[in-house]
């Protein structure tokens, strides 16, 4: 079975979406660059091993990914799933785990790039936006979309309605095409 690790900042509600879906995939471990987020206290409840580090402590980005890959290395983790990872991805976790890192972002990509997309989208006006998930290269929020769903902006939302609509349909789309990667990876090596 494929070996997940799933990356977050915050709150964790994709997190605990992945978690809680069917997918053919075991979660392995959370990796956290904010100690004491609100997502550690999901991974805790579900048994889950957390790496938990502050960039700050670390010389450089080289330096905390080396840390990272390591834990990546000791269990054989096989994909990278970002969920709420308000950081660049460097060169030293990419190099290792290129074409395996998928990131979900709260816009219709290219469109609202970093942070707030859902505020940017909302003070813009724009009367459809959506999720995007993505392979990670170098990039902020760049990379080959593999899916991407819209929703609707009303004249009456407000912003935090617009926030309950996006993340409604992040919880459904991510675990879906997740198990949709895995799906096509277990075809291209049977
Ligand atoms: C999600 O809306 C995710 O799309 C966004 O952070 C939120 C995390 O929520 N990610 C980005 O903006 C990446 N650029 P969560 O902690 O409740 O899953």
Redesign the pocket.
């Known amino acids: 079975m494929m070996k997940i690790a799933v990356f ?10 992945l978690v809680e879906a069917n997918i053919d995939a075991s979660i392995d471990l959370l990796v956290c660059d904010k100690p004491g ?3 550690e206290q999901r991974a805790e409840k579900n048994g889950i091993d957390i790496f938990s580090f502050s960039a700050k402590k670390f010389p450089s980005k080289a330096d905390f990914e080396e840390k990272i890959l390591a834990e990546l290395r000791q269990r054989n983790i096989d994909l990278l799933v ?5 950081r660049l991805v460097g060169p030293t976790l990419l190099s290792e785990f290129e074409g395996k890192i998928i ?5 219709l990509l290219p469109s609202f ?6 505020g940017q989208a909302f003070d813009a006006n724009v009367k459809v936006s959506g ?1 995007t998930i993505h392979f990670v290269d170098a990039g ?2 760049t990379g080959p979309i593999i899916a991407q769903e819209p929703v609707k902006i009303e004249e009456k939302d407000t912003k935090e309605d617009v ?1 309950r609509k ?2 409604a349909l ?1 919880h459904d789309l991510y675990p879906k095409t997740i198990q949709h990667v895995i799906s096509q990876w277990q075809r291209s090596v049977n």
């Open positions: 977050a900042s915050g709150n964790g509600s994709n997190f605990q979406s987020a609100y997502v970002l969920a709420g990872y308000m990131n979900i972002h709260p816009s790039p970093g942070l707030d997309a859902i999720v902020m929020d926030q996006i993340q992040e």
